[in-house]
Every structure is written in structure tokens, then in C-alpha cells.
């Protein structure tokens, strides 16, 4: 009999959503997880708006204090999916509470916040995640393996972008994510973030950094001045404000291990909705991946006969023979973004009970990704190289 | 207040676990339903195991006799995701007793069986629709909105192919589906359905068919004799038994509006788990799809300026542009095979609930498709063209 | 030191060119050759084109009449690149004059021709050569050293589509390709007649056949009021004929080693500039070529382990590991088109210094391509199957 | 009646082939060209050796001696295909004799020598060019056309990198490439070189920079002692010396207009052969290249109806459409590498007849990208950014 998590999620948009449907779908396609979360409450200020998305979303409950969430007995797990702003008071709190806790990405807004969350749950002896969902991607979870099989041998290149494109119309408002003391960065948190992390997961820790970055429209309507800034083209006067984080970040890596790489994040590349590509290149083979095809996976072995070389483009997508796919439908019958997070609900829930030794990433994790985000962003303000281990 | 349609659902394999799915999934992503399924009850004939699929599905209960589910009050849709020579009976009886019929594809094993089912639900005037999902990939649903925009013209060519490899082995057993008596045939009435039914949605009506079939392995090992199946490589001798379905159908067919088209469906195309491909040409555009890149549309403008002509990649996946899209996530966060099923389901609700005027396929369609199914056999039979209103 | 080979060239339009930059590249490239031409000849009607054509391509002197072109001693090779209707009366005088034979294909406009062509230089024991130029494409030539090598096992389907689209426009005149009697067919001997022979050296020789065609433009303008037509958009009313060729041609095939195969050739498929695209799919192993790509071939092994199956694009581009591509640039540096044409003359010098034994497509070859294509129209005419040896 | 410009070139290796390979063919292709190269003497060391290359590639006469070369009044154009040591003396000395200089790139091993070699061209007042050949690929012309015409808008990115991998063995022998003092430096002068000449042509100059680089096998056989080196698996020891240029060095910069750019150039990037890829995003349109695929263009229309917008691929092969290409083939039937240096060749023709007066990129140019090199290896020796105009 499969154990009872007892879910507590604060927050019900974006990212709301798709853990909220992640409970939800989990135990229909791994009946044989040892544990089941139960979708305990839904938590937001707003009562009416969380209500609805309980209802929705199929929530038992709802709370509107996420204090009061996390003091509840009925609750195991703490969901933290709110602004990066937040991380941190809302974390540290629940784990104090003996919750475990599962937080959004970026883990924080900066690294001083971050450091304390991961010692909060290490105090507290729960379990920790962090949701970079894309080491989840069955072709990304692969490629780690790839790695491990010594397939790919030394790695010398790590090339990564996360493109981007959709604030690129100068009228675009200026939403919160565009302002720094609330979302902390642009893309660099957002994207870089991401790709940081899967660096990390399948290259190694980072040693040091030089970056740059640029916001390309400084100025953007006033979001109560939305109304008018969508008239733009009847040419009426409107009320700007001052873009303040970057539209993109940019910064080349030197890893421990002797690996070289680049990054880029950028919310400006027109025509990349959401381009999150990377390429490995090693002694023996090379591995290449695009988000947008996130069930295909490009790999090279540089020790095929020589007139048989090249990358083949690997479908992955088969239950006997690719990550997490033997829950999924037969070969060629492809998985979607969504799934990702089915998949790391079920690997957290096996931590939790147990039976899953390696969840990661874990806050210490976050704490490390984190820095390498502090780093990039103090070597574009020395305009030199900075080592991680020194921020 | 959205109307409660009471499912009953009958098989709980493959199609069942992707229909069960979908009714579970569907209110979560489509909340504006004007009808949702309630899945009532799921019946099998085997009890523990249908029981063992209700609880993971998420069934409220179960029968073992379909007779007593469609006798039921309180259920109005039965699906009917059963093997092809059950169709008929378990629909007209169903249509009889006052439910809407949901009914996977082939319509059934025959035409003339396919004849009786329009008729049944058409006297008993409940709604019907088969289960041909790829209608619901939102590429094609798109490819079908460019073709009613005027932008591909008159067509001139279909040309289709759905290619899979997953019985290559001569060891692979001679399961139902290689067996006539049960099956009806091979890829043709698997795969040739699903793209003749693409072809009828998006050219036309079939005027007449030439075609031809191959069975590449004529011997495979018995069922019953299965571990020794696989044990093929020790050199034991095993019992085998005939393939009476094909491996391979393909025929040539020419429209009701002049078009031309060619179709294939094959279990012997090493390395396309699930290529189901078309490309149509027209006089002001083209258009291709692959299943496998189902997130993907190719089109060609031939009024685009020379110099910028050119093959585009559509990323079918953003809401404020794309059938079904604004449903999910942000661009380029690509969905999976399952959620046609979804968008089926919410199809069919809204027709349920009087709020769709337009449910196809429905049985009449479904019959238009089987009509050419049969020409095709029988064309090979003859070694010529048949036409399909003559069949 | 190389031997010395006479040619004379008869034609200098698009094929022409084509072959005169073979014969004036060919030992820049291949220095080691057995045999070099010599560009002694280039013969057409009207003196004037010819000697303009002759200076732009660097033949050594020109003829108006063929038949002093090869009654001259000093002539070893006739290379015939006119319009299929006088292949055979030049070809065979040739190969009486006792001069060796290079043909355009297809090898004539039907087959008792091309049979008289195949035994007169089967008579005058001379060297004889059809210009089925995609065989030495090296990404093609690879395929077949695939097959050669096993990996692709017993071969179960061939697919192939010839697609172009230059005469969509119905105000595209009425030129001499698009009249039967002056061009035999359309895109059926044009393309088909390509894919025919790329067929039968990958899979072997073709059994029997079905097909259709189609005219979707039955009328065009015609040339002489080529200026009233391309003035179309002002509405003039403008004198057009009938078109007496076919637009379209498919078939569908079965090989004598028991194959299956499809067949496509079109001049209606927007977008497809030059799409001639095969796959293969056989037991142990898939290959796919498109022309447009010609670089690359596809590969996929179905013996690799589960995990990496994918298929792999080869770059056939490499001097040690690539047939012919010793011969041009580093790996990576493509070449065009045009190349093949010089691997044909490489080719064929080797056979005629008597250092290459097995020089393909020879006329013989090109009557067995000659007899599909006329089987298929047969087919056509019939409505039915036609046995390719019984045409 | 066109002008005759007899060449003189130096250097007869891969460069020099390439070179001899275009001043033969140009005149086949474009006839109309209104100067046409006569090939004159081929100059190398080697007596033997030169004489057979200038009898392979077509020369009159040869030249063991350069400087006897430039002394030489029929000679119209010196063509310096040496290695980069030597690009400044053989300039300097051609242009104060009088003559056109073409020489390869980079122009040179460092800035300074760049300079004086500018500043020689300008006082002889005789035409230069710098054979960046990339300008000329067909679809890279496009690239700066579709620039031209505003279908970009104000560009924010460029991001680009220049893959190859044929010294990933650590066997490869320690060829010239590999050492400073001859090479210079290693894929950053080679490859880099190429990616900012097209940065600086398509976007434009490029402000300030900061770089890295790295040398992963930093000991290589002796090619004295290359014999053992290929016999590495015997397990004998070898005799090494020591890399002392770049295996790999990328870096990032801002352009004076205010983009921002990446590039990477390596040669451990295994599978990519020849992988010269730039993407460009402006405001109204995005481009993408690759090298390997030089006949096609991908290009984002941000300004296309929303549900079709996407990456179109343009075949960049038609005459009537595309840069170039009316001297060549229909349309799909590709070109290759080689034919980019016959473009250039044609190009500097018309500069020499006086029929082009925008020659690109001559010897300012050249300095131009020679200083953005240099910034870059200042910035990888300070660890910080360096503005190109302080260099």
C-alpha cells in the first residue's frame, strides 16, 4: 500500500498549474509509486481566484495564509510555486515546520537567501527539491546516462542557449518579471537559471565566469496603463517606466573539470519561443538537444566506422529502452512539456518513501546553481572573470 | 453549471488507458466544458483485472458483462474500445438502448457491419463519433484551417504513409492482431484507417482505389509457444503458425475534386516507430506532417516573393494562434500524443451538450472511411482499380 | 600517361553545359584518370548558338550536322544530349561508326528503341553509357556500398518520389516538353524514369506495376503567343493547346527478390524544387536520400543497442571514408550538383582505357529502365497490373 | 571583347587548388564577366612539385621564386595563398610592383602587419581583396539582401560559432597548424576569422570584447616522429612536442549599434566537420546558416499572421531569386563549396575591369577583423573586456 504525501502548494499560475496537474496525473501512469501525493490545499491571497483554481485544478481545499498552510498537521509537503521573492521566507518556514519542501526555480532571488534554505532543511533532516523539470526530460535524463556509460569520455564543450522571443514588441508592458525587486533578474534567473543547472548536471560543477548583459528597451508602458499601451497604434501618449533587469545574459564558463562552455539566455530571439538548446562535445561522442523537440535527442559516436559517422536522432520515446518511458505509450507516441514534472513528482515521492536515495536536485543543489547565477552577475559588474567558489 | 455525461467504457488496454485518461484529464484543462465525462464505470471481462485497471485509472466501478453496462440507467456514452469484430454488436445494442456512441477505429471489421452501426445510432438519434484522433494533433487541425483559409488552392496530391517497424523481428509472435479471423487485417485497417481518414478530412472524398499487399514473414511462432519464442536464439525448435493479415497495404486513389493521392501502411519500416506523414500540394501552397513531430507544421507559400520561398516549421503550439492551444501551456511547451484524446473528449462533450454542431468523425464518416478500406481489398483482389462507391 | 579521348557532343542546352564542364573538370580532379577527354566537337543545328556555346565551354571546333560528326576519324566518344526522339537513330549510326556511346536518359522514347540501341552497341562492341547521373552521387553510391556490405539486410520496401513544381502556374506555356510527341511523357520519363534506375541498382530489378496519371492543366498557352500569355494578369484573351503529356505519374511495384516499392513523379508539388527522395527499409537496416540535401544520406541500423537507434545523417563528404570524395575538399566543404556529371565522365574513361569492368547503367541497363516505364504505361492504359517482361 | 588579368599565384596546397580551381571555371559560368583571369604562373619552392600542380590545375608556366614572380610585367594580379607568415612581405612587395593583390585570410598574423599591408594597396593604388569566401556563399549574400531590405529590422543578436574536429586524436601529430610561430595562433585565426568577417558584414563593427581560450592536448607527436605517432596502439613511446596554439577560444562582444554577439571557434567539436552556424535576431526577423547545409537559409518572418509564423528554409538556388545563382543550375540543384571561390573570382574580375565599384572586403577590411582578433587575445591575456579600437 502506497503511502500518503499530504500536499500543501502555494501558488495557482503558471507553474501552479502544471504541478497542481502533476499530482494529479502521477499515480495514473506509476501505480507503482511507494508513495501518492494527496492534493491537501491550494494556497493564494486571493480567496476567490484560489477557489476557483482548486476547483479547477482538483484541489480538497484551499488556504489563503501560507502560514497557516504550514502549520497544519494534515500536511507533509509544502509546494512552493511562487515569485522568486518569496522563496526563501516561505521555505525556511516550512522546513522549521518539518515539512518537506519542493521550490520552484530559481531557488532564490540571490545567493545569501538560497544558502539559508538549504541549511534549513538540512536542520530539519527534510527532504528537499528544487524544480529544474528539465533534467526530467526523458532525452536530457539520456543524455546523463550517455555520460555515465563513458559514451561521450572527456567532455571538452558545453554550448548552451535559451532563447526566447516573447517581450520583443516594444509596447509589451512593463509586468512584474521586468522589474528587479520583484523578479530579482531577467532571463539570467529565469533561463540561465535553467541551463545552469543542467550544466551542472551533466558537465560539473563551474569554476569561474565572465558575462554580460543588455536590455534592449529601456523604457516600457506602465502595466495600469495597460489599456492604452495595447492602443499603441491609435498613437496615443502613454506612461513609461524603466525596464530594470537585463533582456539578456550572456557568459562564458570554465568548468572544474577542465570543460569550457558558454551561455545565453535572451527573451529577444525572434522566432524561438522557447529555445532551450544545448550541446555536449566529449573524447568519444557528442549529444545535442532542443527543448522545443524535447523528444528527440541528437548523439554522435566518434568511434563509428568512419563512412557510418554521424548524429543520429534518437526518438526518445520507448518504454524498454529510454528513461521514464515505460510508463508512457508506445515507441514514436511522444510526451509533452507537462510530463516532465509528472516525473519529478514521482521521484520525490519515492524519496519520501524511501526508496530513492539520489532526489536531486536538492536545495544544496539550488545553492550552487544560485551561485553560479551571483557570479555571472558580479563579473558583468567587474567587467572581468569571477570564480564561483569566491562569491 | 456544465452537464455530468456518464461514461461507461468497455477495454482497458492500450486505447482504454489513453480514453480513460482523457476523460480524467479533460476538465482540468478544458474548465469551460459545457458537459464533463463522469467516469463511471469501466467493464472487462476479466474481473480482477478490470478492477485493477478502474482503481488506476480512476473508475468509480466496474462491470464484466458490457450487456448489463449499456442496460444501465445511469450511464449515457459507452466507448467502445474493444478489438474490431466487436464493434458492431456492442454499439447498435448500445445505440438501442438510447447511449451516444464513442467508438475506436476501424469502425468495425466490415463494411456492411459499419452500415448497420450508422444506422443504429442514426434511428436511435444519439450522437456518434469515431475515434480517429489524429483529426485532434492541433497541426492538423490547423492544416485543415489553412485549407479552409483558400491557402493552398486547388490540391493536387495527397500523399500519406504510416510507417512502423515494431513486428520486424521475425520472432515477434503471431499475436490477435496478425490474425484474420480476429484482427480484420494488418496495418491496413490499423494505420491505412487512420491516413485515409486524414485524407477524407483534409482533400475529399475517395473516388476509386488500386492497391497491393505483402506479407514479408509468413510463419511466426505461436503464442502459446511463446517462451520458446524468445528463446530463438538457443536454437530450439518452435512451433509457428500462418500470418493471415498483411504486413504491408499500399494503393494509389484518385479523389471526387481530382486530386491524386498515394497511401501506405507498413509494419516493416525499420526505424519509424510511428511515421505517420502526409505532405498535400495545392496551387497556392503545400502543406507535410509527421506524427512523430507532431508538434510541428510544414507549409509553402507559392505567393510568398521568390527570394523568401521556402518550407516554414510552425511550432503548432501557442494559444492565442493554434486550435486547442490556448488550453495548455506558453509557446513552444510542446503537448504529447495523449492530449488528442483530450481534445476528443471536449468535442464530444460540447456536441453532448448541444454546444458542437459539427462532432465528426461521426459513423457516417466512419463508414466513407471503411468504404475505402474495403475497395482497397478488393482492388487487390482483382488486380485492379475498384471504384469505392461500388463496394 | 593518360589516353587521349576524342569527344564530340551533340546538344548544348541545359545537359550540354552540364556535360561539357564534366569533360572540361573531370582531370583537375581525377589527375590520376587512365583516360582524359579531349572537348574536340560540339555539334547543333544552328551555327551561330553552337560556335557561341562551343567558345563559352571550350570545345576545340564545332559541327551543324551529326552525321559528319561521327563519320569523323578523329572522334572516339559521341555524347548524345538532344531530346529523347533522336537517341536512337544518333546512337545507333554511332555505334556503327564504331565510336563509343554516352546517352541521356532516359535511354529513348520507348522501348523498341532503346532494345535497337542496346544491340547495336552490343554489335559493335563499343562502350556504351546512359546518363543516370544520380547513381554517382556519393551519398547515393554509399547507399548501395551499404547494401553491398550487408548492413541493410533483405530488403522489404523502396519508396521514392521524384517531386518538382516549375509548371504550376497554368500560364506556363505550352513548351515542347509538355507535347507528347516530342517528348515522349512528361515528368513519367523525365523523373520516373530516375527513380526507375536509382531503384534498380538499390533493390534490384522490378517485376510488375500499376499506375495512374494525371493532366491537371489540360490547356496552356501556346509558345508562339508566349508574350500575350505572360501578360496574363491583363486579362487578354489568349490562344492555348492541349496538353498531351502527363503531370503527374505514379505506380506502385513489386521487385523480382520480392520488394514492394512506390513510385512518384510530379511537376505539381509546390515547394519541392527538385525533390527526388528514396527510402529503403529492410531487415537489418534503413537508408533515405532527398537530392536537394544531397550531401547527406540517413541512416539507421536496427541492430544498434535499443537506447541510440535513431537515424544518423552522414555527411558523405570524406575523402578517406566516402566513395569519390577523395578527390574534392576537406570533410564538411560540400559539393553540387554538377559533380556527379563528372564522376560519370571519370567513370567512363576508366572503362574505356579498359580499367574499369563494370561501367553502369550501360544500354543494356538502360532498356530494363525503359521497359518499367513502359510497362507502367501500359498499366495505365489497362487499369491493371502489367509484368515488366512481358512488355 | 573582355579584358585579360593574368595571375600570378603563390601557393598551390589546398588554398592554392581551390583558387586555380575558380579562375579556370569562372569564365564557363559567367561568360559575361568583363575580366577574365589568365592563368599564368603557379610559384612554389619545390621545382617538381609545382610543376606538376600547375599542370594539373592548368597553368602556363610556374615560378620557384615569388619575389621573380612580382617582377614579372605580364602579370596583372598576385593571388598570395601561403600560409600567414608570409602574407605581409609577398603583399607589401606585389603591391609597390604595381600589381592587384588577392590574398588569403586572415590578412595576416597580426594587426600590425595587417596595416602596412592596407596601407601598401592604398598608396599603390592597386584593387585588394581578402579571400573571406563566405560572403559569397549564396544564401549568406541572401542573408545581407534580406538585411538590406529591413525584413530584420534593428538587429540585438548574433551568435555564432565555427565547429570542426579533426584533431581531436591526441595522436594527431604536431603539425604547423599547431605551433605558434607559423600558424600564429590556431582555430581562432583560422575560424574565428571567418565568423567575425561575416559578423562585421552582416550586423557590423564590433565595439569591445572579452574572450577565452584553451589547449585540451597539450603534447602532440613530433610529425618527425609521425611514423610512430600512427602507430600509437603499439604501445611504443613517442616523441612529443609541445601545442602552442588554441584547441579552442571563444568569446563575447558588443557591436557599435549596439547588439550583442557570442563566437566559438574549436576544434574538438566531434561529429561537426565544417559546422560554420550564425543566427542573426533583429526586430522584425531572425536568419539562421549553416555552413554544412550552405545552400539553404532559414529566416523568421516576426511580422508574418501569427498562426503561420515559423523558420522558413529557403533552397537558396534559383536564378531568377537568389544571388549568383542564374549562372548556375535550375532550381534545387545544389552548388558546392568550391563554386564560392569562383564567385569571388568574378567579383574582383568586375573590380579590375572597373565594373564594380563596392570590391569586398579589401585589405581595410581585412584589418579590420585582424583587429578584433587581436582585441580578443588581448582580452584572454588581461581577463577582462578590450575595446577593438584601442588595440
Known sequence: ????????????????????????????????AAAVPVMKALCGRNKNNVKAAAAAFGWEGIETDWKKLIRRDDIDLIDVSTPGDSHAEIAIASAEAGKHVFCEKPLANNLAEARAMAAAVKKAKVKSMVAYN???????ALARQLIDEGRIGKIYHWRAVYLQDWIMDPNFPLVWRLQKEKAGSGPH?????????????????IAEVTGMEETFIKERPLVEDINAALGASSGKSRKKGKVTVDDATLFLARFENGAIGSFEATRFAGGRRNGNWFEINGSKGSIAFNLEKMNELQYYNREDEAHIQGFREIIVNE????????????????????????????????????????????????????????????????????KVNEV
Open 134 to 140: 528539465y533534467r526530467r526530460v526523458p532525452a536530457v
Open 1 to 32: 500500500m502506497a503511502k500518503q504525501v499530504n500536499v500543501g502548494l502555494i501558488g495557482y499560475s503558471f507553474m501552479g498549474k502544471a504541478h497542481s496537474h502533476a499530482y494529479k496525473d502521477m499515480s495514473f501512469f506509476f501505480p507503482e
Open 319 to 386: 518504454g524498454g529502452a529510454h528513461p521514464y518511458m515505460s510508463h508512457w505509450w508506445p515507441p514514436g507516441h511522444i510526451i509533452g512539456w507537462e510530463h516532465t514534472f509528472v516525473h519529478e513528482v514521482f521521484d520525490l515521492m519515492q524519496a519520501i518513501a524511501g526508496k530513492n536515495k539520489n532526489l536531486h536536485p536538492d536545495f544544496e543543489e539550488g545553492v550552487k546553481d544560485q551561485a553560479v547565477l551571483e557570479a555571472v552577475s558580479e563579473s558583468i559588474k567587474n567587467r572581468s572573470w569571477v
Open 189 to 205: 534567473g529565469d533561463l540561465n537559471a535553467h541551463i545552469i543547472d543542467l550544466a551542472r548536471y551533466l558537465v560539473g560543477d
